[in-house]
């Protein structure tokens, strides 16, 4: 299978904090908004270079979001930034009305999603965020998987001009997306091409798709592995084509199954070529203080989980 | 100043457009919206610097208004289109399938005036705040009206945003309370009191100017030019206009059972036997 070097460990929040300050050199009409966790959010350097462009919200993440819809009023382009609970569910009604409904360039971008946040527990791991987020038309959803696919999506999304979610985690993870790849918003990545069942991966479950699919090589299984970071819109294409090549698919997320890019996944090819589909996400339960590896092992999210999804989805071909 | 004479004239077309549009569909805000009415008329035919002929979403170099309490689109509606955002027939379509003049404000069908949805409270006052910002961050002095209702101070977001504004000297913003001291389920100080509201946003480091006459078009105008005076120096500044719901039709005053129902024929008839026609019914 293509082999994907390792090129370093960095966070994705640092490559949304990188992107962002690049964007501040290029773009003047970025602007950033952070609520009390510049440093957790890496905004500290774009902060310092741009002092007049940063504006600190203070623990006050509703009227952010509002400010940030009423900003694009002439012309500015904010980045909001906080974790990714406080991000979704603590303010969906500000960004349902001031945002979404009305089409405001707002970015929302929002780091320690998902059960790696570790050891602060299920208050602050949000799993839900992607379903709520890409329940509101207008919405794009974005989920990286490595420090560069969160720093060319920083950067891309001031280039589209409507409201996006930008979800990114805290721990240090592989950084295998090579620095040059262009980020398409909406456009899924052919990691590894297979015949015998399907990958779909987002975020910090792209890794582990790619060292599921070497172990699934060493037991004689071929799998193809998609990288979907556009969870909405949702690139159809790529993946309808390989599932009517493997007649299978396993998607993998740090998310409920519930709303998350599973169900968009299954939503698309029940309605097209039904198929059937494993997910490898967190079943209808809330998480828990704990290290990330520990957490992902006991929820069911490593590569071991992907590999099992994919036997079991195969022998249902 | 323009002619008080034609500002009344104005005012009164424009409560009557109010009961006809609500009456049409059985639905919508008639008394919020009547007691704003001198409101909105000083601030688009008299205060605001702005562009009705060409509207541009970004507004620059344009005072912009932002509606927090979405519920009394009727007067916003109507006072936009005697401004000239749109012609008076649309009027016609409030709250009627297929129209641009839903029944809280919406931007998505592009309905020229309206520069963000509201109606779900308390949201206003944070984006006229960004949107200050914004214009300063542009170089413009223009400025940024908000109005909000008394009830809706309840949400949380409000205070936030009376918060930050302060703290960060956002003072090319000017908002309104619609003081009138009810809402849905009753008097405002029996559903959740305010308490000493005036000491509440000075306390919150607001500049504060209190309207007893906020159905006076003069007074309203004066007030609005106070708060014009008052900007620029470091503290956002809020007025607090004393209104009276339901103002210019007898039934509906003094009571807050006309927040959001619509009178049937007979009192449509009542109501309009006390609103003088005079710019004609669209």
Known sequence: ?317 | MADITQLKSISSQVRRDIVRMVHANNSGHPGGSLGCVEYFVALYFEIMNHNSSDFDMDGFDEDLFFLSNGHISPVWYSVLAHSGYFEKSELATFRKLNSRLQGHPATEEGLEGIRIASGSLGQGLSVGIGSAMTKKLNGEDSLVYTLHGDGELQEGQIWEAAMYAAANKVDNLIATVDYNGRQIDGDVEDVLSLGDLEGKWKAFGWEVIIEDKGNDIESVINVLNKAKTLTGKGKPVMILLRTEMGQGVDYMMGTHKWHGSAPNDEQLSNALSQLEETLGDY
């Open chain 1, 1 to 317: 299978m293509k082999d994907y070097p390792v090129l370093g460990k960095k966070d994705t929040r640092s490559g949304f904090g990188d992107g962002l300050l690049e964007l501040g050199k290029t773009n003047e009409n970025v602007v950033a908004m952070c609520a009390d966790l510049t440093g957790s959010l890496k905004m500290g350097a774009f902060k310092e270079a741009f002092p007049d462009r940063f504006f600190q919200a203070g623990i006050a993440e509703a009227n952010m979001i509002g400010m940030a819809a009423g900003m694009t009023i002439g012309g500015k382009i904010p980045f909001t930034g906080t974790f990714a609970n406080f991000s979704t569910s603590r303010v969906y009604d500000q960004i349902r009305q001031s945002v979404a409904y009305s089409d405001k360039n707002v970015k929302i971008c929002a780091s320690h999603a998902g059960l790696t946040l570790g050891e602060d527990g299920a208050t602050h791991q949000v799993l839900e965020d992607v379903g709520m987020m890409k329940m509101l038309p207008n919405m794009t959803v974005i989920n990286p998987c490595d420090y560069n696919q969160t720093k060319a999506a920083t950067i891309a999304i001031a280039e589209y001009e409507g409201p996006v979610y930008l979800r990114f985690g805290r721990p240090s993870v592989p950084i295998f997306i090579p620095e040059d790849m262009p980020f398409e918003i909406g456009k899924g990545i052919m990691l590894n091409e297979g015949t015998d069942v399907t990958i779909v991966a987002t975020g910090h479950l792209v890794w582990k798709a790619l060292e599921a699919a070497k172990e699934l090589e060493g037991k004689g299984i071929s799998a193809e592995v998609i990288n979907i970071h556009t969870i909405k819109p949702l690139d159809e294409e790529i993946i309808l084509n390989s599932v009517m090549k493997t007649r299978c698919v396993v998607t993998a997320e740090e998310h409920q199954i519930a709303g998350g890019l599973g169900e968009s996944v299954s939503s698309l090819l029940c309605r097209t070529i039904p198929t059937p589909q494993e997910f490898v996400a967190v079943d209808d339960t809330f998480g828990e203080s704990g290290t990330p590896d520990e957490l992902m092992t006991k929820y069911g999210l490593d590569a071991v989980d992907i590999v099992s999804a994919a036997e079991a989805v195969m022998r249902r071909k």
